[in-house]
């Protein structure tokens, strides 16, 4: 069943498929989830993450297919657009 728009709401927790607490939904597009991700103790980074990344969605939390060290070899620093 594919995740509905309204499943999850900017300020829901997104979590790695090994559990770890990835950040925050900022916002919501067709294509991607903007993410705020902690980069340290004093500065958070943008990820853009690929809707197709999400896997479940339970309660506020969204939950990724993938690990958080796969999402750290990606670069997911700009939006994906629709091919």
Known sequence: MPIEETDFTTG???YTA??????TVRD???????????NNALTDVEAYVPRDFIARVEGESVYLD???EELA???????TTLS
């Open 73 to 79: 070899a990606m670069d997911l620093s700009t939006p």
């Open 18 to 23: 090994d559990g770890e607490k990835y950040g």
């Open 12 to 14: 829901s927790e997104v």
């Open 28 to 38: 919501k597009a067709e294509t991607y989830l903007q993410v705020r991700v902690p």
């Open 66 to 68: 993938k690990t958080a």
